[in-house]
Each structure stands twice: as C-alpha cells, then as structure tokens.
C-alpha cells in the first residue's frame, strides 16, 4: 500500500508562533486530507486538497500532487491548535491511509 | 449539518458479552466507513460500506461484525472480544465514496477486560 510519512513527529510552539508541518506520500494519490484529533479524540476535518491551496483563516494547505507532498501552515498558533495532526491520503486502492501524525503542543 | 454521531461515548465489555456500536448520519452520504485507532497510532480502516453493501473489509477477525440497516445507520456488532481489541472506534462518512471528504464521528472508546 501506499507510505504515508509525516514531519516533523512532534512540535512544541509557543503561543502566536507559525508552523509547517509536512506530508510525503509515495505513489499517486486522488484524495488527500489534513485533520486535526482534539485531546477528546475528535477527528476534525481541515482540508480536502488533493492538489493546489487553500485557507481557512489562520490555517491554509498546499499540495503538490507531481512532487507527492502537502504542506500544513499554522500561522499566530493558540493553545486551542494543541492536538494531533493527521494527514490521509486515497490512492488506487480508495482507501484512506493515515500518517503517523505530527503531535503539536502550543504553550501559552 | 456536518455531523456524525456515535453512540456509546464509552464502553466497557467482557470477553464473553455481546455488545453493539452505533453510528448515525443525516447528510445523504452513501459511504459509510469503520476504523480503529490503538493509543498514540493513526486510525485504520476495518470497514466500508457503499450503497448500503459491504465494500471493502480489511482482513478484521469475525469477532467484529458490522450491520448497515439504512443508508444512515452502521452498526459494529461486538462478541467475544479480547482485551487487545480496546481502542478507540471512529465511524466516517462520505457522499458517494472514493475520492470525496470523509466526515468522522466523535468515536467509542472500548475497553475489553
């Protein structure tokens, strides 16, 4: 199946810092999804950016399909952007296979 | 109205009880996906359901057997479980299918003793 490698595995960020968090994948993919796991376990979704960029307020991804890898940007980061960030990707298969995450921890 | 709920919150079983994991949406999606997450490791797909029929199941032990009654409802029925099938269980839905946003429930947190 498809490797999923996520970077840095863990990122301690001081209140209002900025952050990037990678994703490689290593074949084609049709889907991929940047997900953020809250202490309570709750899967939140953030992005669907199989290809190009996007923003949502302080958070924007980009992800170049050719060179099989997204990018994750936190800007001014809060206590509130603490948890585990996931990022998923679909290939040939239509499954959805996740990363190992990145655990980010921002202190106040 | 994103959501999709699940139900029990928490649950504690015995090796020996029967016990049913509920999960619920209301958006019109056909896709409808089981998965499991051990502490501290990403989630992994059991299995999924589109158009209301069992599409891919991922090798998961008898011991776990799901149930789509409706094109909102998936269950996971749960018999003779052993204590490492605790975990975190995630339900997910999606419109159609492959290549779309999958929306995940809050999860059941089991506990097999």
């Known amino acids: 199946g498809i490797q999923v490698e996520q970077s840095p595995p863990d990122l301690i960020l001081q209140e209002g810092a900025n952050s990037t968090l990678r994703c490689n994948f290593s074949?084609?993919?049709?889907?991929l999804q940047w997900f953020h796991q809250n202490p309570w376990g709750q899967l939140i979704n953030l992005f669907y950016?199989?290809?190009g960029t996007k923003q949502n307020g302080r958070l924007s991804a980009t992800t170049v399909a050719t060179e099989r890898y997204s990018l994750l940007y936190i800007s001014s980061s809060q206590t509130t952007d603490s948890g585990v960030y996931f990022c998923?990707?679909?290939?040939?298969?239509?499954?959805?296979?996740f990363g190992a995450g990145t655990t980010v921890t921002v202190r106040a | 109205d994103t959501e999709v709920t699940q139900t029990p919150k928490h649950l504690v079983m015995g090796m020996t009880n029967k016990k049913s994991l509920k999960c619920e949406q209301h958006?019109?999606?056909?896709?409808m996906y089981w998965y499991k997450q051990k502490a501290k490791k990403p989630p992994e797909l059991m299995f999924v359901?589109?158009?209301?029929?069992?599409?891919i199941n991922e090798s998961v032990p008898s011991r776990f057997s799901p149930e789509c009654p409706n094109s909102s409802l998936l269950n996971l029925h749960l018999h003779a479980l052993q204590p490492e099938d605790s975990a975190l269980y995630l339900c997910?839905?999606?419109?159609?299918?492959?290549?779309?946003?999958?929306?995940f429930g809050p999860g059941t947190r089991l506990l097999v003793l």
């Open positions: 997910a839905s999606s419109l159609q299918g492959e290549q779309e946003t999958q929306y």
């Open positions: 074949d084609s993919v049709n889907n």
């Open positions: 950016i199989p290809s």
């Open positions: 998923a990707v679909e290939a040939w298969d239509y499954k959805l296979s």
């Open positions: 958006m019109g999606h056909r896709a």
């Open positions: 359901y589109s158009y209301e029929k069992l599409s």
